[in-house]
C-alpha cells in the first residue's frame, strides 16, 4: 500500500494545485451568498474527485493481473499516454500566459458567481474536478496506479481516501476557514484570489510539466 501511496501523493497535488477552482472558491466567499455557495462548492468538487479516482480504479482493476516484478506493458503504455498529454496541456497553458501589463484572462462564467445558487456552485464544484481534463488525466493515472497495485479492499479505499483528502484540500481550507473566521480571512482571500488569477497559467504549466515527466519515468519504468 505504502508504494502506491506515495505513487498518487504527486497527482493529488496536481489536483490540489488548481489555480482556476480556489479563484471560484474565493469569490464565493466573497459574495452575498458565501457561506451557501461555498459549501456547495465544496461539495460538488470532493464528489467530483471521489467520483473519478474511483471510476478509474474500478476500470483498470479489470486489467489483467500481472506479477508485481514482472513488466506491466499495457500500464505503462497508459502512464506514457497520460504523461504525453500533460506536456500538451502544459504548453498551452505556457502559451496562455498574460505577457508584462497585460491582465490575465479568466472564465466569462466567474463574473457571475455572484447570483450562483446552491445547486449551480455544487454542480460547478463537480464539473471543475470530474470533467476537467487536467484533473481526469490525475485521477486516470492514479487509478491506474491503484487498480492495478492488487491491494485489498480496505487498503484501496485508504489510498484513494488520502488521494481525495489531499486533492481537496486548497477548496476545502479556505471555505472551512471562512466559516470560522470570516472578518479576518477577506482581505487575505482577496489577495490570493488576485495573484492567483495572474500566475495560473504559469502555476499550472509548471506543475503539468514536472507531473508528466515523473509519468514519463513511471511508464518507463513499467516495461
Known amino acids: 500500500m505504502s508504494s502506491a501511496l506515495g505513487d498518487v501523493l504527486p497527482l493529488a497535488l496536481g489536483v ?20 451557501t455557495t461555498s459549501v456547495g462548492f465544496l461539495i460538488g468538487w470532493i464528489a467530483g474527485i471521489v467520483v473519478a479516482i474511483s471510476l478509474f480504479t474500478l476500470l483498470s482493476s479489470v486489467l489483467p493481473e500481472q506479477d508485481p516484478d514482472a513488466a506491466q506493458p499495457i500500464k505503462g503504455v497508459i502512464q506514457l499516454l497520460l504523461g504525453a498529454l ?22 466569462t462564467w466567474m463574473k457571475a458567481i455572484d447570483t450562483f445558487t446552491l445547486g449551480k456552485a455544487l454542480g460547478l464544484g463537480f464539473l471543475l474536478s470530474a470533467v476537467n481534463p487536467k484533473n481526469l488525466i490525475m485521477a486516470a493515472g492514479a487509478g491506474v496506479t491503484v487498480g492495478s497495485a492488487s491491494l485489498s479492499a480496505g487498503s484501496t479505499i485508504t489510498v484513494l481516501a488520502v488521494f481525495t483528502v489531499l486533492a481537496a484540500s486548497t477548496v476545502a481550507v479556505p471555505v472551512v476557514g471562512y466559516l470560522l473566521a470570516a472578518d479576518r480571512l477577506r482581505g487575505v482571500l482577496d489577495a490570493l484570489r488576485t495573484w492567483l488569477a495572474r500566475e495560473n497559467a504559469v502555476i499550472m504549466a509548471v506543475l503539468l510539466l514536472v507531473i508528466g515527466i515523473s509519468m514519463i519515468g513511471k511508464g518507463i519504468g513499467s516495461f
Open 16 to 35: 490540489a494545485i488548481s489555480p482556476i477552482p480556489i479563484i471560484a472558491a474565493i469569490l464565493m466567499l466573497l459574495s452575498p451568498k458565501a457561506r
Open 86 to 107: 500533460l506536456f500538451v496541456i502544459a504548453a498551452k497553458q505556457w502559451g496562455k500566459r498574460p505577457q508584462e501589463g497585460e491582465e490575465a484572462a479568466l472564465p
